[in-house]
């Protein structure tokens, strides 16, 4: 079955420090990549998504490249702000599903950013 | 601006007291999703509507049902709710399409006394 591996969290950093968000996953076709980002007591938006692979996904700073080669699809920001305080999930879309956009979800990561 | 839309945002009930959390959206889509998430946890989807076609998850107990009586509305249904059924409960829709985003409600949190 699919399955989705987020780095352990939680993540605390600087302001302006550079983010990683390590993400790899597991599917049995060509699935499509998001990574959904949820501030505290919110349901959660989408951040950026990847369709096919060596797509890069892009959005307010953050970006991730779609790796088949490596299964993954981290998150990257150069410079973050106290304002990206939130958690982070990765999620993968199988293009085997008939019935919706039925996500699986990695495990989120919780980033703090300190002034 | 087209949204996705959950009443009540909070809601307190007692231990096996039924409880009907609500759901509307003005995007049109096909697909509307029921996820429980408890803290710090992932999403833990329940069960979606592909338009009026019901697809309930291997692992979703029985005391959660829902409905879906038109485009705009789906409901949640929990007839009797236990202590370990709070959580926050949230609403996604989407095209049926597996590389198009979902759109989240803000949920509901759910309180069980």
């Known amino acids: 079955g699919n399955s989705v591996t987020q780095m352990e969290g939680p993540v605390t950093l600087s302001e302006e420090a550079f983010l990683t968000i390590n993400c790899t996953y597991t599917?049995?076709?060509?699935?499509?990549l998001f990574w959904y980002v949820q501030y505290p007591g919110e349901g959660l938006q989408l951040l950026l998504k990847?369709?096919?692979?060596?797509d890069k996904g892009s959005n307010k700073g953050f970006e991730a490249t779609y790796r088949k080669e490596t299964t993954s699809f981290h998150l990257e920001k150069g410079s973050v702000q106290v304002s990206d305080s939130a958690v982070y999930f990765c999620a993968l879309s199988d293009q085997g599903e008939t019935s919706g956009s039925r996500l699986t979800f990695g495990e989120g990561t919780q980033l703090t950013v300190n002034p | 601006d087209a949204m996705v839309i959950q009443n009540p945002r909070y809601q307190v009930t007692q231990f096996g007291k039924p409880v009907t959390l609500s759901c509307s959206q003005t995007l049109n889509h096909n697909v509307m999703y029921w996820y429980q998430q408890k803290s710090s946890q992932a999403p833990k989807l329940l069960f979606h509507y592909y338009d009026k076609d019901f697809n309930n998850e291997a692992d979703t107990p029985d005391n959660f049902q829902s409905r879906r009586p038109n485009t705009s509305f789906c409901f949640l249904d929990i007839r009797s709710p236990g202590l370990g059924d709070a959580a926050m409960y949230l609403c996604a829709t989407s095209l049926p399409i597996y590389t198009t985003q979902q759109f989240f409600g803000p949920g509901t949190r759910l309180t069980v006394l």
């Open positions: 990847a369709t096919k692979a060596d």
């Open positions: 599917a049995t076709g060509y699935p499509s």
